[in-house]
């Protein structure tokens, strides 16, 4: 069965770095585009970043370009994404999700690993 | 990009229909047929329950249903059970390989 287990959230400071990781099982990682989501507290669903099967191509949302990095190591079978200059408004619980038939469906998501920015 | 728009809230009895709705623009839901729908329970991760705007992935009820109408995607849930007691969010395509959600509707089973 499919499994995606994300690791590396926490509490950091405005301006520092965190990088999330992806654990990913049950399927062939490296025939899949994934992608990365967040949730802020008691709000909505946002989508993130897009990195495709064999990490050539990158996409990201607005809010994020410059400053998260999505990445991919089909050797481990994990999914990555480098936060950098966070900010208070990037406290959100962060998922981790698997492609379907196409790039535009999520099939499988992880439970998520919160994210806190704050002083 | 400004998210889709959904209705906050919707309510139905058991055994009833619900529609949920999530308008864009021809940018997003009106351009192409990537729309998709997602349930979402409290402290749950969402799961799929429809993609590609009518399409119904293994294991999910055909109660659950999505249709198109120009920039309006729509979500109907036939034969309402207390277990559909959930928060629903579209989201779509919206070119240049970026996705749209909307802003989420609660659904409650009277």
């Known amino acids: 069965q499919v499994q995606l287990v994300e690791s590396g959230g926490g509490v950091v400071q405005p301006g520092r770095s965190l990088r999330l990781s992806c654990a990913a099982s049950?399927?062939?990682?490296?025939?899949?585009?994934m992608h990365w989501g967040r949730q802020a507290p008691g709000k909505g669903l946002d989508w993130v970043a897009l990195v495709s099967y064999d990490g050539s191509k990158k996409y990201y949302t607005d809010s994020v370009k410059g400053r998260f990095t999505i990445s991919r190591d089909n050797s481990k079978n994990t999914l990555y994404l480098e936060m950098n200059s966070l900010r208070a408004e990037d406290t959100a619980v962060y998922y981790c999700m698997k492609s379907g038939s196409g790039w535009y469906d999520l099939d499988y998501w992880g439970q998520g690993t919160l994210v806190t920015v704050s002083s | 990009q400004s998210a889709l728009t959904q209705p906050r809230s919707v309510s139905g009895s058991p055994g009833q229909s619900v529609t949920i709705s999530c308008t864009g623009t021809?940018?997003?839901?009106?351009?192409?047929?990537?729309v998709s729908w997602y349930q979402q329970h409290p402290g749950k991760a969402p799961k799929l329950m429809i993609y590609?705007?009518?399409k119904r992935p293994s294991g999910v009820p055909d109660r659950f249903s999505g249709s198109k109408s120009g920039n309006t995607a729509s979500l109907t849930i036939s034969g309402l059970q207390p277990e559909d007691e959930a928060d629903y969010y579209c989201?779509?395509?919206?070119?240049?390989?970026?996705?749209?959600f909307g802003g989420g509707t609660k659904l409650t089973v009277l």
């Open positions: 590609d705007v009518i």
């Open positions: 049950g399927f062939t990682f490296s025939s899949f585009g």
């Open positions: 021809s940018s997003d839901v009106g351009g192409y047929n990537y």
């Open positions: 989201c779509s395509y919206a070119g240049s390989y970026t996705l749209l």
